[in-house]
Each structure stands twice: as structure tokens, then as C-alpha cells.
């Protein structure tokens, strides 16, 4: 079992930046990849980042490509997504995400969901 707690999200103006951070419980943090997925209102949950169990390989969604920066701390239990750049439509609340078996890119390998953090961008 794996508890995934966001933290971070609040208000911001269009071209700020801001930090998301998910904090895992358990001791096989590890072995998951781990990903960050949004869902703005009225819409689907998407894919926004994702990066290796070891941390040498991240994706991104082409959306965030080159604005938003995905890390983790296997020491500390954590992964975090860098937003740069911030657009109002990058409004949406932020799902930190755990994937045991594959790359944690598709929601439907995602083994564990954390309960979201909302960010909202206003122009």
C-alpha cells in the first residue's frame, strides 16, 4: 500500500512559477514510477509528466514541454513537478500518481492515486 499526499497548489499569476511536491508513505517508494496528471474542470484527466524509478528517465506531455520540470527524491520519498511559466490553462488540479509496473504515463496503469491539489492560474 502506498499513501500519495500533494502539496503545493494555490493561486498564481500567469508566468509565475511554483513547485508541486508528493510526499509517498512505505518503503518501496522506489520501485514505482511516478507521475503527475491534471484535471482542469469539465475535463478529462490528463498526463503532464512522468519520470523513472531511478529518476534518469522523465516525459512530458507536449503541452508543458519545456516549462514543467519532473523530479524525485528516493531518499526522501518524493516527487516533484517544477512549473514554469505558469498559463491560465494550466488551472486544473494536480494528481500525483504511482505505477508499479509500467512507466506511470497512462492513467490506466496507475496503481495509486493522491487526492489532488489545486492550482489555478489567472491571466
Known amino acids: 500500500q502506498v499513501q500519495l499526499v500533494e502539496s503545493g497548489g494555490r493561486l498564481m499569476q500567469a508566468g509565475a512559477s511554483l513547485r508541486l511536491s508528493c510526499a509517498a508513505s512505505?518503503?518501496?517508494?522506489?520501485?514505482?514510477?511516478m507521475g503527475w496528471f491534471r484535471q482542469a474542470p469539465e475535463k478529462e484527466r490528463e498526463f503532464v509528466a512522468a519520470?523513472?524509478?531511478?529518476?534518469?528517465?522523465?516525459y512530458y506531455a507536449d503541452s508543458v514541454k519545456g516549462r514543467f520540470t519532473i523530479s524525485r527524491d528516493n531518499a526522501k520519498n518524493t516527487v516533484y513537478l517544477q512549473m514554469n511559466s505558469l498559463k491560465p490553462e494550466d488551472t486544473a488540479v494536480y494528481y500525483c500518481?504511482?505505477?508499479?509496473?509500467?512507466?506511470?504515463?497512462?492513467?490506466?496503469?496507475?496503481?495509486?492515486w493522491g487526492k489532488g491539489t489545486l492550482v489555478t492560474v489567472a491571466s
Open positions: 500518481a504511482a505505477d508499479f509496473g509500467g512507466s506511470a504515463r497512462s492513467s490506466y496503469g496507475v496503481d495509486y
Open positions: 512505505g518503503r518501496t517508494f522506489s520501485a514505482y514510477a
Open positions: 519520470i523513472s524509478r531511478s529518476g534518469t528517465s522523465t
